[in-house]
C-alpha cells in the first residue's frame, strides 16, 4: 500500500525532500485522521 | 651647546661676543633638523626650553631638561579621505571603515576604536525562497536558535478539498501539550472555545475553502529557542470559509514543551494533501 507523501524542507542545506511517510509518520497520520474527526464532532 | 640666556635689548654699538650669539641667539632659535637624528648629531648637550622642528614628523619640540617633547602633538597622520584622528599613546591614525560599518569602541584595540559591522537586526528568511506546501505534511526543519523569535506567513495555503491547517512544533503529538484559546467568527457570527485535546496549533478553527482564495495565516512564537521556559504560540488568519464565507480566527497556544523549536510541521485535516501554498519562516533579532 502506497503511504501519503510528506515534504521535507531543511534549512541548514536548502535541501528539499519528497517521500513517503514512514511507518511512524503514517500511524501519526491515522491518529491525526480520528483526532480531527473526534474534534469537529465536539467544536 | 650654551644655556639660553632669555632677552636682551642691544643697543648701538653694542658688540655681541661669541657667548652673546650662542646663548642669546642660537640657543633661543627654532632649530631645524630633517629629523631627530640630526638633532641629535648636531646638539650634544641640548639644554632646557631650547625648541626644534623636525621635518620629517612635521613635530615642534621643546627640550625639557631631560627629554625632548613635541609641542601641540605632531603633524596630522591623516592622509585619506574618511580618515580619524585618534590616539593610543600618541596621536594616530584610524583609516575610515568599509561601506555601513559603525564606529565601534572597543577597548582591546590600541586606539580604543574600530569600524565594525552592525549587529543585525529585523527579520531574515530562514526557508529561502519559502517552503511550497505539498503532501499530506510539509516539514521546515533545522531551524537555527539564534534569532528571538520566530514569525510564521503561510501564503495562500491550499488543500485537495475543503480544510484546516494545524502546526506542529518539532513533531510534537501530545494533544495535552497544546492548552489552546480559539477565537473565530464568521458573518456575524462569533464564538470562542478552549482546546487542550488537538495534537497541533489550531490555525483557523473553522475548515477552509480550497482552492485556496486568498487564505492567509500569520503566527509568531517569541522565544523559540529556550530550552528551559514553555513556549506560547500566537495565530491570526483570514480566509474563505467551507461555505464561502469570510472568515477570521485568532488562536493563543500555550505549547507545554521547553526544548528549543528546531523544526515545524503543516499539516491538514482528515487525509487531505496540500495542493498548494507557501510557508515562509522568519528568524527576528
Same mark, same amino acid.
Given at each position: 500500500?502506497? =503511504?501519503?507523501?510528506?515534504?521535507?524542507?531543511?534549512?541548514?542545506? &536548502?535541501?528539499?525532500?519528497?517521500?513517503?511517510?514512514?511507518?511512524?509518520?503514517?500511524?501519526?497520520?491515522?491518529?491525526?485522521?480520528?483526532?480531527?474527526?473526534?474534534?469537529?464532532?465536539?467544536? | 651647546?650654551?644655556?639660553?640666556?632669555?632677552? =636682551?635689548?642691544?643697543? !648701538? *654699538? #653694542?658688540?655681541?661676543?661669541?657667548?652673546?650669539? %650662542?646663548?642669546?641667539?642660537?640657543?633661543?632659535?627654532?632649530?631645524?633638523?630633517?629629523?631627530?637624528?640630526?638633532?641629535?648629531?648636531?646638539?650634544?648637550? @641640548?639644554?632646557?626650553?631650547?625648541?626644534?622642528?623636525?621635518?620629517?614628523? &612635521?613635530?615642534?619640540?621643546?627640550?625639557?631638561?631631560? /627629554?625632548?617633547?613635541?609641542?601641540?602633538?605632531?603633524?596630522?597622520?591623516?592622509?585619506?579621505?574618511?580618515?580619524?584622528?585618534? +590616539?593610543?599613546?600618541?596621536?594616530?591614525?584610524?583609516?575610515?571603515?568599509?561601506?555601513?560599518?559603525?564606529?565601534?569602541?572597543?577597548?582591546?584595540?590600541?586606539? *580604543?576604536?574600530?569600524?565594525?559591522? @552592525? /549587529?543585525?537586526?529585523?527579520?531574515?528568511?530562514?526557508?529561502?525562497? *519559502?517552503?511550497?506546501?505539498?503532501? /499530506?505534511?510539509?516539514?521546515?526543519?533545522?531551524? @537555527? *536558535?539564534?534569532? &528571538?523569535?520566530?514569525?510564521?506567513?503561510?501564503? &495562500? @495555503?491550499?488543500?485537495?478539498?475543503? +480544510?484546516?491547517?494545524?502546526?506542529?512544533?518539532?513533531?510534537?503529538?501530545?494533544?495535552?501539550?497544546?492548552?489552546?484559546?480559539?477565537?473565530?467568527? !464568521?458573518?456575524?457570527?462569533?464564538?470562542?472555545?478552549? #482546546?487542550?485535546?488537538?495534537?497541533?496549533?489550531? !490555525?483557523?478553527?473553522?475548515?477552509?475553502?480550497?482552492?485556496? %482564495?486568498?487564505?492567509?495565516?500569520?503566527?509568531?512564537?517569541?522565544? +523559540?529557542?529556550?530550552?528551559? /521556559?514553555?513556549?506560547?504560540?500566537?495565530?491570526?488568519?483570514?480566509?474563505?470559509?467551507?461555505?464561502?464565507? =469570510?472568515?477570521?480566527?485568532?488562536? !493563543?497556544?500555550?505549547?507545554?514543551?521547553?526544548?528549543?523549536?528546531?523544526?515545524?510541521?503543516?499539516?491538514?485535516?482528515?487525509?487531505?494533501?496540500?495542493?498548494?501554498?507557501?510557508?515562509?519562516?522568519?528568524?527576528?533579532?
Amino acid at each position: 500500500m502506497t =503511504k501519503p507523501m510528506v515534504r521535507i524542507h531543511d534549512v541548514s542545506t &536548502n535541501e528539499i525532500i519528497d517521500r513517503e511517510m514512514t511507518d511512524a509518520e503514517f500511524a501519526q497520520y491515522q491518529a491525526d485522521q480520528a483526532e480531527r474527526q473526534l474534534h469537529y464532532l465536539s467544536a | 651647546m650654551a644655556a639660553g640666556l632669555g632677552f =636682551k635689548e642691544f643697543t !648701538t *654699538g #653694542d658688540v655681541l661676543t661669541a657667548a652673546d650669539a %650662542n646663548g642669546y641667539l642660537a640657543s633661543q632659535v627654532v632649530m631645524v633638523f630633517a629629523d631627530s637624528a640630526a638633532r641629535t648629531a648636531a646638539i650634544a648637550s @641640548p639644554q632646557e626650553g631650547m625648541i626644534s622642528y623636525l621635518k620629517d614628523t &612635521n613635530a615642534t619640540q621643546y627640550y625639557s631638561g631631560s /627629554a625632548w617633547v613635541t609641542i601641540g602633538g605632531a603633524g596630522s597622520p591623516l592622509t585619506t579621505k574618511g580618515d580619524l584622528y585618534t +590616539y593610543s599613546t600618541t596621536d594616530a591614525r584610524l583609516a575610515v571603515g568599509a561601506n555601513d560599518t559603525v564606529l565601534t569602541a572597543d577597548s582591546a584595540e590600541a586606539t *580604543g576604536l574600530k569600524w565594525a559591522t @552592525p /549587529a543585525s537586526g529585523g527579520m531574515t528568511l530562514i526557508n529561502t525562497g *519559502g517552503t511550497t506546501l505539498s503532501g /499530506a505534511t510539509t516539514t521546515v526543519s533545522t531551524i @537555527p *536558535g539564534t534569532y &528571538n523569535e520566530l514569525i510564521i506567513f503561510i501564503d &495562500n @495555503p491550499s488543500g485537495s478539498a475543503d +480544510y484546516s491547517l494545524l502546526i506542529r512544533p518539532n513533531a510534537n503529538s501530545t494533544a495535552s501539550d497544546y492548552q489552546q484559546f480559539v477565537n473565530r467568527g !464568521t458573518g456575524s457570527t462569533n464564538n470562542a472555545y478552549v #482546546d487542550n485535546a488537538t495534537s497541533g496549533v489550531e !490555525t483557523t478553527g473553522y475548515g477552509m475553502d480550497s482552492p485556496a %482564495n486568498g487564505n492567509m495565516i500569520w503566527a509568531s512564537i517569541p522565544n +523559540y529557542a529556550s530550552t528551559t /521556559a514553555d513556549k506560547v504560540i500566537n495565530v491570526s488568519s483570514g480566509f474563505i470559509q467551507t461555505t464561502g464565507a =469570510k472568515a477570521v480566527c485568532n488562536t !493563543t497556544c500555550y505549547f507545554a514543551q521547553s526544548a528549543a523549536i528546531t523544526s515545524l510541521v503543516f499539516f491538514i485535516s482528515s487525509g487531505l494533501t496540500f495542493s498548494g501554498g507557501t510557508v515562509y519562516v522568519y528568524g527576528v533579532k
